[in-house]
């Protein structure tokens, strides 16, 4: 019998044909290479099903997988974690891109710190080209010793993108996953903070690929992104939008309530999560990183090029 891999790297995608090549480069060239990685299809109709299965045939850690009908982002996420067969695991995104020692840097990480349950690394957006457009500071708390504390910082504290993180895969599991309400990553990343500390590495290893295509620019309302998630929530009766927005806020007060930690930790995240609801009231309290004006680049930054697999001979 195969032994498993340690790492497990689940890759969602839906008609991803014009990123995806560039994407799976990246994560194939990585330095460490202990991985299995799942692509689960959500029925394209696009050329993915073409690029998936051509990367497929010439490299035995990719496992290819198409769906019969769209499902929705959020169940074809979690499919990939019920599919997963190592003891990390990280989501990947068909459009974004990863320096070579991304994978190694955090799994070292985690292998070092056993308290930490993720791992990740600084990040930058690029465009649809692949340049640098906003180099992204990471200012949360999320290594804090204090569970309260880690959980106030991914509720008022904008910056990074750890979903895409290197995480405990018995950890992951111990959460309901991804919610079908918008901003859903959100509450499953304060659950995984009330479980453990998280790890950036101090490098820019981690580029998140900004177009118009992606589902936030695409989808510009809440509902539009919601039935991206889940098709079911296109449904205006059954789904009103106060359904979609009491789940999300459901989504925080259930992860403080199954989180092990001490009954004063619990009351510090009430308190916050009460602090965070009344803020949500003033103006500007929902601006996301997206929206954001584009910043100069710093040049003596490495370029995208240099330190990502695969983009030397693309750009040539």
């Known amino acids: 019998m195969i032994a498993a891999p340690r790492l497990s790297i689940g ?14 480069d990246a994560l194939l060239g990585q330095t460490y290479g202990d991985y299995e990685l799942i692509i689960s299809d959500n029925a394209s109709t696009d050329g993915t099903e073409e690029v998936c299965r051509d990367y497929a045939a010439r490299d035995p850690r990719i496992r290819y997988v198409r769906q019969s009908q769209n499902i929705g982002a959020c169940p074809n996420h979690n499919f990939l974690v019920h599919e997963a067969r190592g003891e990390l695991f990280k989501w990947a995104s068909h459009d974004d891109l990863y320096a070579r020692t991304l994978l190694e840097r955090c799994v070292d990480a985690l292998d070092d710190r056993p308290e930490i349950v993720l791992a990740h690394a600084w990040q930058a957006i690029i465009d649809g ?8 500071d990471y200012s949360l708390t999320t290594d804090s010793p204090s569970a309260a504390e880690r959980f106030r910082s991914v509720l008022f504290t904008v ?15 111990r959460t309901p996953l991804n919610g079908s309400y918008h901003h859903s990553d959100r509450t499953l990343m304060a659950e995984l903070a009330l479980n453990g500390q998280f790890h950036q590495v101090p490098e820019r290893l981690f580029f998140r690929r900004d177009h118009p295509d992606r589902a936030e620019r695409a989808r510009p309302t809440k509902r539009a992104r919601s039935a991206n998630m889940d098709p079911r929530r296109a449904d205006r009766l059954r789904h009103p939008m106060v359904r979609l927005l009491a789940e999300y806020v459901w989504g925080f007060v259930a992860a403080v309530r199954r989180a092990p930690i001490s009954p004063a930790e619990r009351r ?18 929902s601006q996301r990183m997206e929206d954001r004006p584009p910043v100069s680049v710093d040049p003596t930054e490495p370029s995208v090029d240099s330190i990502v697999a695969g983009r030397e001979r693309r750009s040539a």
């Open 268 to 285: 510090r995240c009430y308190g916050h999560l009460a602090h965070w609801m009344a803020s949500r009231a003033l103006p500007g309290s």
């Open 11 to 24: 890759l969602p995608v839906y008609n991803g044909e014009k990123y995806l090549a560039e994407s799976l």
């Open 159 to 173: 910056g990074g993108d750890d979903f895409y993180g290197v995480m405990r895969t018995e950890v992951l599991r």
């Open 129 to 136: 080209d692949g340049h640098v457009v906003l180099p992204v």
